[in-house]
């Protein structure tokens, strides 16, 4: 190439990949040929009954993708959608902000987990607010999610333990009276390999919903 050609080169080559771009945008979507990355954020407690199907579809369908699970930050979740720092977003449901779309995603039960010999069978309301309890959430502080449930009825459990991830709290139940509640698949799913009892919760309350989210310029 001549030192002209050279100099032109990357306006040509910038150029040459927006009409790329435009090409794919005006045509249908395919995984396999328009994913190249999927960035996806939510909290590490949900990571382990997610993840794993998220990355079986996408072997599936766009099989060399590079899959990426970050942290969510809700405070930030508008201006990452907007900007394309991350794709998709999993949360609780919650107020969103203008060109935020989103849809339920997954349903899901509470239930309560014990050691196999604390307490007494089958857990009632009395041996829920007498026990103490472990709580998961990401947030140093602040209500979990069923506390929040909780409150609405009035409420207020005895919160002895509180921690980032199930797993760890599973395996903290298993030698204390301690009780944990958690959604249910995610419940059988950890507790599959450990030794400890599964039970419905003594007390009504909402499920627990979580929303995909995503930012409606990047359908």
Known sequence: PT?????????????????????????????????????????GEIEPLLLPQIMHWLQQQAPTAQLNSVRIERQNLRSDLSAGRIHLAIDIAQPTESGIRHQCLLQDDFVVISSKTHPPQPLTFQDYMAAQHIVVSARRTGRAVE???????????????RCQQY????????????LLTMPKHLAYQINAHLNTHIQPMPISIDGIALHLYWHADHR
């Open 167 to 178: 797993e760890s709290a599973c395996r903290m139940v298993l030698d204390s009276n301690l």
């Open 3 to 43: 030192p002209l050609a050279n100099r032109l080169w990357p306006d040509i080559e910038q150029t040459l990949d927006l009409l790329q771009q435009a090409l794919q945008r005006s045509s249908a979507f395919e995984p396999k040929r328009d994913l190249k990355q999927l960035t996806i954020a939510m909290n």
């Open 147 to 161: 506390d929040i449930y909780l409150s609405r009825q009035g409420i207020e459990r005895q919160i002895r333990i």
